[in-house]
């Protein structure tokens, strides 16, 4: 019988079962163990996971009162019964429906010159709040899945969701999270001055009309100001969501950190559900595809955020070179024919600079990721061939191994 408790109310003689949060957040090799080194619960209580899969029927049982509800993500495949699934599933339709009718409501206001209350999107961002803390997952893949027709207020409600996900991410606090997920909900509203046939075009824009595009982030920027219940991440990733890291981005070619924090978050997030959602003008793209091209766009978004945010979704760029928690290197390789997620080869040891047997990890699965790493330190001087080895099943030695400092 399994009871999901949160990480802090594991204690010794448990057997873990599963960890629920992102692929890369939990800090071991395996799932499902019994708990019984001192070192291995504190290293539990100290990682990012959210909660904790305990089997009574095979270890010791939790307090009662401290057992967290039934709800069992759906990153963790062997534990998630159709029952909890479907219940996931039913609740984040309803709240990216509820969530779409209120984005479409402000947006037509706008439209129309009305004033915006964004007090009145504070109740649905809390809720997506809730249902992304209950099935991440579910949530992000069913708001990519929208039609060319619906994408303006959907691709809102999507922002929302993976800015609040960001969030949670790297460690911000529940206020702040949900100020970000209001910023993510509103971000777009200036291009409700863009005319439709612009806007919608099918075909590849001119100058002319790319310089109205380019114009909706400060028209935004304005609705929003002074606006009731506006936040300053709202202000900011309005105005500034197309800005880039190496300042070549719009309206006013910020670079580095003078593009606020929640800007860079939401540049990252509303590329992300642009490329992974059917537009106008293109096909969707794989979220696989989606994070292996913005992590090629050099200058683009800033790298840290950038890697927090593939751990927050469970996808990596294929190539990415990677430590894990257990000292050794691996790369991340599409998973699967369809290639849609990711997985990691693992090939080489860190600390014994040795190689090691190939060993694939997959989300959920495995070693946790801490970080990436330039190939060039590790003297491969032709990464790309070393990832066509890799990806083959063959082992890949550095040309020269150089001890990182």
Known sequence: MLKRIPPGEV???????????????????????????????????????????IDVS????????????????????????????????????????????????????????????????IPVVAEIAECVARNPAMFIDMARLKTKDQYTYL????????????????????????AMGLAGLLHDVGKMTVPAEVLNKPG??????????????????????????????????????????????????LKGEAISLAARMGAICDVYDALTSDRVYKDRWTPLR????????????????????????????????????????????????QEARSKIRVFHSAVTRRAVALEDLFRGLGDRVVGTEDPADWGFTD?????????DGQPALPDGWMRRP
């Open 204 to 253: 590849r824009l001119d100058a002319g009309e790319f310089a109205l595009i380019k114009q909706h982030p400060e028209a935004g920027h304005a609705m929003l100001h002074g606006a009731e219940g506006i936040n300053q991440q709202a202000l900011d990733v309005c105005l500034m969501h197309h800005e880039k890291i190496d300042g070549s981005g719009y309206p006013f070619g």
């Open 383 to 391: 990464w790309d061939a070393a990832v066509r080895k890799l990806r």
């Open 11 to 53: 204690k010794l003689g448990m057997f873990i079962h599963g960890f629920e949060g992102s692929w890369m957040a939990h800090p071991f090799w395996r799932t499902r163990f019994l708990l019984e080194r001192p070192a291995d619960l504190a290293l539990l209580r100290g990682s990012s996971v959210s909660a904790v899969l």
């Open 290 to 337: 989606a994070v292996t091209e913005m992590h090629s766009w050099t200058g683009h978004f800033d790298p840290d955020l950038l890697f927090a945010f593939c751990r927050s979704i469970g996808v990596a760029p294929t190539g990415w070179l990677v430590r894990l928690q257990s000292g050794r290197l691996g790369v991340v390789l599409p998973e699967g024919t």
């Open 58 to 121: 095979r270890g010791a049982a939790p307090d009662p009162a401290k057992t967290l509800p039934e709800a069992v993500p759906a990153q963790l495949p062997p534990a998630a019964s159709p029952e909890a699934l479907r219940a996931d599933r039913d609740h984040a339709r309803q709240t990216i429906a509820h969530a779409r009718g209120v984005a479409q409501e402000i947006y037509e206001n706008a439209q129309n010159g009305l004033s915006i209350d964004a007090r009145e999107a």
């Open 155 to 178: 691709h809102s409600v999507s922002v929302c969701g993976l800015m609040v996900n960001l969030a949670r991410e790297i460690g911000l606090d529940d206020e702040t999270v949900r």
